[in-house]
């Protein structure tokens, strides 16, 4: 299994000088499976440019694995270059609404008057899934997501395969309303797609000290990203979800705060930059308490 991050940043694009070396796309994400299966992590601005990798292989079935249905996890959707192609079958996983299927909620952005094309003219083939609540097998990784704490339905995922695993949870706010340490790790939202994984793609939007003004929000600071890595025993943490008003200097500041945080000496935090390749390495005991 391998990750590439082809988008990072949270909330809105942020295109321009200040953010050249961290990337101005948000959030899309690139798995390559050890079967071949190509499977897309969110929907942001990042999956145009990952489509047109795709435009240039063959047109295997495709699975798109969507954390969300707010605007930076799905503006890029009508610009991804398989969707436009009337060989391909696109599979599109999210999480379930008693309200609406996830075809009618996709389509309500892309349609007029926000999209000038209708998500049903596209050529492509596109099959829509709920994603269930049991751990699932796409290709050759099992599958789990589940509901973090963020505005609106949202899940976060973790990928198993052969002894490696990643999980992915870019918008999350795990300590609202309880300091780290104040209850019990299994009780925290997203614990159990966390646990003790390889890698963690995981929300660090803001300082410590712009927290406090965004309580509730939906996003975590840095330092709970860092408290929520280390007390789910995370291999490696990824910091993600880059805030758009973050330059590439402040975010440079965050990282270096998130290491200084970190209570070990190895696997020190780091910065999601577009085009990082992420390849989870094997853990003596992947056993955990949701996945097995």
């Given at each position: 299994?391998?990750?590439?991050?082809?988008?990072?940043?949270?909330?809105?694009?942020?295109?321009?000088?200040?953010?050249?070396?961290?990337?101005?796309?948000?959030?899309?994400?690139?798995?390559?499976?050890?079967?071949?299966?190509?499977?897309?992590?969110?929907?942001?601005?990042?999956?145009?440019?990952?489509?047109?990798?795709?435009?240039?292989?063959?047109?295997?079935?495709?699975?798109?694995?969507?954390?969300?249905?707010?605007?930076?996890?799905?503006?890029?959707?009508?610009?991804?270059?398989?969707?436009?192609?009337?060989?391909?079958?696109?599979?599109?996983?999210?999480?379930?609404?008693?309200?609406?299927?996830?075809?009618?909620?996709?389509?309500?952005?892309?349609?007029?008057?926000?999209?000038?094309?209708?998500?049903?003219?596209?050529?492509?083939?596109?099959?829509?899934?709920?994603?269930?609540?049991?751990?699932?097998?796409?290709?050759?990784?099992?599958?789990?997501?589940?509901?973090?704490?963020?505005?609106?339905?949202?899940?976060?995922?973790?990928f198993e395969e052969e002894g490696r695993s990643l999980a992915y949870i870019p918008d999350h706010e795990p300590y609202l309303g309880v300091a780290p340490g104040e209850v019990e790790p299994e009780w925290l939202s997203g614990f159990a797609?966390?646990?003790?994984?390889?890698?963690?793609?995981?929300?660090?939007q803001y300082s410590e000290g712009e927290y406090g003004s965004h309580r509730g929000f939906g996003h975590s600071s840095v330092a709970h990203a860092v408290a929520f890595a280390e007390v789910t025993a995370a291999d490696r943490l990824i910091l993600f979800h880059h805030d758009p008003s973050h330059g590439d200097e402040q975010l440079r500041s965050l990282e270096a705060r998130a290491g200084e945080l970190w209570d070990r000496s190895d696997h020190v935090p780091t910065l999601g930059v577009e085009g990082m390749q992420l390849g989870p390495s094997r853990r003596r005991d992947t056993s955990h308490s949701a996945v097995r």
């Open positions: 299994m391998k990750a590439t991050i082809w988008g990072c940043r949270g909330s809105l694009a942020a295109p321009g000088p200040d953010t050249v070396h961290v990337g101005g796309n948000t959030s899309c994400i690139a798995l390559e499976l050890e079967d071949g299966t190509p499977v897309v992590l969110d929907a942001g601005t990042g999956i145009r440019l990952l489509g047109r990798e795709f435009a240039a292989s063959s047109s295997q079935p495709i699975h798109l694995c969507l954390t969300h249905l707010h605007v930076d996890h799905i503006e890029g959707l009508g610009f991804f270059a398989p969707l436009w192609n009337q060989d391909q079958d696109l599979h599109v996983w999210g999480p379930p609404s008693p309200i609406a299927s996830l075809e009618e909620r996709l389509s309500r952005y892309l349609s007029p008057p926000l999209f000038p094309v209708q998500l049903a003219e596209m050529p492509a083939t596109v099959h829509f899934h709920d994603l269930p609540e049991e751990e699932f097998e796409l290709g050759s990784a099992r599958v789990l997501a589940q509901p973090v704490a963020h505005r609106g339905p949202t899940v976060g995922f973790r797609l966390a646990e003790r994984v390889g890698i963690l793609l995981h929300d660090a």
